[in-house]
């Protein structure tokens, strides 16, 4: 048995600064590529700076300050020639956040169709969707978002003769116009959303409690659907306010009223969505197949339900093979959305674009497009990473 | 048979064209132990999977506790809380722990209070020897420790008929005899009925009450354990057994 | 004894649908259920209000012989005449005329050495030596100036051949420095790995337009004055730095996924690092990774269209081109149909390929 007292600390290693020290190397490569690298960028930097001086352009980002100069075509906060360049990207950064969001929520939902549609028992169903995916699938971004636009631009038909398919939906080559909500009645129906989430969230707990103690399963999901429509409803009505729709309606030329969704808008949205939701459905079915066969049949044979194994067996393990090609997915969808210079839609890059055109500050102009992505793409991998691991399967 | 808690009649089933399983007439009586032995692609998990309907029977009648199969959802869903599964690959859900796959059935479908579903597991963990892993997870256990684990989950739903497919095939050796031992011990302290596919002749001799061997999906003979091995009647028997070291 | 399934019986046999092929087929697969039925009717009116319009729009109503614009607009479907109008400005670009064989040429030669790759017979260096000879074909027949050929500035290439160029090159180029890259970063020597690991997740988490910019536009600034560099050539290193870092990142997996046991293996022989790498790892770990990496290549080639944005005359780009003849304004559906056609076929059947690979290589490995 040993005795752990008489143990002596092992020796400390020998410093030894030959050539054939595997140590030593290391630290002669690692000196050798950072200098390599440093002494590359330092070079850069240098002919840049002398670059700028010939051509009198001042670096450093006071012309953030001075007015843009230009108008833009859409945003969701006011914008005049006269504002600054700062307003212009801000307005610009608005633009990409407001086609990205809405991008991924609808290629999220059209995605998980069609990747479930593929898995259909139905040939006719399984077919159209394999079409759907391969075609989508090989045919560049930029070409569809070019055949969105032209479609929107030269076959649809002029305001006075648009497509009328619901009530107060026009779409045109104007774009496509929807009516939009107004009035002080609209805060009370959110207010009576959000309180409905509340509520739901509060029941889940209950429901959960009750069936820990009693074994009785609540009708959790049909509930919460319930809240969710009547709650706002009730809200607005007993708050006595006023709600008002704002119908587009054609004006002379052109309509006037209700929220307009210009062509490049359009063309961007559908372009991308249609698009990324061929990979998206790829993705959803890939997860929902690896999960192996023998989990369905032995959650059956348990006795459970179709509805609950998915929920309780397949679906956990799907989400976990999912989830992580899905954000990648929708980082895709935010980058793409930078495609939208070449139809003239004023997102981020199109703005910083004609920024750097105009002043000639390209570095910093530049730097600021690669920032803002960069913070997008390393929030999403930083959370990607944690998600991982903290549902990764536990293995020996 | 009269009281038959599993009942099959004519049972003719097809894959396509492929005849798998021809004219099964069985009866189990409460409290059996059979063994289904036979060939590799007599028929014999799909015979007991139809049982649980996890495959469709074509033609014929199989009735569990008088309750016929059809294809009435109500009545596969009360059958399978009656009859319990125990698979060749295990198929644990790897996402919960020991102790969540056995409550698992029993709070959804049994709808038992959690406490007491977990309670109960504990008490069928502790009856496979296996309780010390409640909070581990699958992926964390050995083979036979698995299996173990996936008997416990099935008996945990109180099933009066247990199948089991196959259980140690995919197991290595050492483990076999883990798993057959808490088979046996289910066997001699309960009254289960036990209908195994296996190729363990040692367990069929020490537990079975009838031995069936299958080939090309007709039953061929069925014995005690004792005339099956030592006097078997039929020329395709003979053979199996002779290929088979028991 | 067995009852044959096709026979008429009565219990719960097989019934009079099962007895015909056909009508058991539809049941099973488009009738099944409640739910299925009505999957089935819903898909079937999608398609019976969208594709009629389509084959009507394509073939039906479609001319291909008109010689003018005017006799186009008079037909209500499509006017593939444009087509065959342009197509020669389409596929090449504004390369000379009498020339246009040498850009043929070049894409064939690209075309050529892309499904030898493919052929697994040819998985060995002698694949180097034909990319070598392919890449220098190409560059010599598309530029000019030697042989007897005239020299064709590099703002005349367009079409086809261009964006062929633009991704072969990309990835001929790209996957010395990704393979560099991913062992990098699995690298012990911290300078070398960070050093790797910010290139990596630099450009890919930048979109490709930024890296064109910054090559139309910054590269000039960072070059010493009276050095330039012309805008194909910038806006092919942007590409290939691009593809280098997701190919790094694919080749890293593939590294990932070789057991450890190889390594050691490799150790106790005595071999030195790189011959570890060069003998025993790296064959094993891009044989792996075969499959994502010629997705990378579909998705490279799709990308290429994006130098139409910074004024470079690719495929997309010919579209453009072939509607500034304002004879023939107005037809840019058909002719953006046309591209697609092309891009489609090219990735779909290297997608195809892909998979059929994937396929056979996995069940080899199970055994």
Known sequence: ?396 | MANAIISMQDVNKWYGKFHVLRNINLEVASGERIVICGPSGSGKSTLIRCINRLEEHQKGRIAVEGTEITNDIRHVEAIRRDVGMVFQHFNLFPHLTVLQNLTLGPIWVLKTPKAEAEARAMKYLERVRIAEQASKFPGQLSGGQQQRVAIARSLCMDPKVMLFDEPTSALDPEMVKEVLEVMVKLAEDTGMTMLVVTHEMGFARKVADRVIFMDEGEIIEQNTPDAFFDHPQNERTKLFLSQIIH | MSVDPNAVNSSSGPGLLSRVPVLHWLRTQLFSSPLNTLLTLLTLWLLLATVPAIIDWVFLKSTITATSAQECRKVTGACWAVIVEKHRLILFGVYPYEEQWRPLLATLLLLGVIILSGIRRFWNLSLLVFWLIALTGAAVLMWGGVFGLTHVENSRWGGLPLTLMLSTFGIAFAFPLGIALALGRRSNMPAIKTICIVYIELIRGVPLISLLFMSAVMLPLFLPEGLTIDKLLRAQVAIILFAAAYMAETIRGGLQAIPKGQFEGADSLGLTYWQQTRLIVLPQALKIVIPPLVGLFIALFKDTSLVVIIGIFDLTQAAKAALVDQSWRGFSIEIYVFISAIYFVFCYSMSKYSQSLEKRLATEHQR
């Not at chain 1, 240098?46 to 980002?61: A, C, D, E, P, Y």
């Not at chain 1, 843009?68 to 633009?95: C, H, K, M, S, W």
């Not at chain 1, 704002?246 to 062509?263: I, M």
Request: glycine share 8%; proline share 4%.
């Open chain 1, 1 to 396: 048995m040993m005795n752990l007292k008489n143990t002596v600390a092992a020796p400390a290693p020998k410093k030894n600064f030959s050539w054939n020290n595997p140590a030593t190397r290391a630290i002669v490569y690692q000196v050798l590529a950072v200098a390599l690298v440093g002494g590359v960028g330092w070079y850069m930097v240098h002919n840049t700076l002398h670059n700028l001086s010939v051509r009198n352009i001042t670096t450093g980002f006071d012309f953030l300050t001075r007015e843009a100069g230009f108008a833009i075509g859409e945003g969701l906060i006011t914008f005049t020639p006269a504002d600054t360049y700062q307003r212009a990207i801000t307005v610009g950064v608005l633009n990409t956040l407001r086609v990205a969001l809405c991008g991924i929520l609808f290629a999220t939902i059209l995605g998980t169709i069609i990747g479930i549609a593929r898995l259909s028992k139905n040939w006719l169903v399984r077919t159209v969707a394999s079409v759907y995916v391969e075609v989508m699938r090989n045919i560049p971004l930029l070409l569809q978002l070019f055949f969105w636009y032209v479609i929107i631009i030269e076959t649809m038909p002029g305001p006075r003769k648009a497509f009328h398919p619901l009530a107060g939906v026009f779409i045109s080559n104007r774009g496509i116009q929807i009516p939009s909500v107004h009035g002080e009645g609209l805060t009370w129906l959110l207010v009576g959303l959000l309180l409905a989430v509340l509520l739901s969230l509060t029941l889940r707990v209950w429901a959960r409690r009750r069936q820990d103690q009693t074994g009785k399963i609540f009708a959790l999901g049909r509930s919460t659907l319930v809240l969710l429509l009547v709650t706002p409803a009730l809200a607005w009505w007993l708050s006595g306010t006023q709600m008002s729709l704002d119908v587009p309606e054609l004006k002379g030329f052109n309509f006037a009223g209700g929220l307009t969704l210009s062509p490049e808008f359009a063309a961007l949205l559908f372009g991308l969505v249609i698009y990324t939701s061929a990979f998206i459905a790829e993705v959803v079915r890939s997860g929902i197949q690896s999960v192996d066969r023998g989990q369905w049949e032995a959650a059956g044979a348990l006795g459970i339900k179709n509805s609950l194994v998915l929920r309780l067996v397949v679906l956990p393990q799907a989400l976990r093979v999912i989830i992580p090609p899905m954000t990648s997915q929708y980082l895709n969808i935010t980058k793409n959305s930078s495609l939208a210079v070449a139809i003239g839609y004023p997102d981020l890059v199109s703005v910083i674009n004609t920024t750097l055109n105009q002043t000639g500050q390209a570095i910093e102009g530049i730097l600021m497009i690669m920032a803002a992505y960069l913070t997008v793409s390393l929030s999403i991998s930083f959370f990607m990473n944690w998600y991982n691991k903290r549902i990764a399967l536990v293995e020996r």
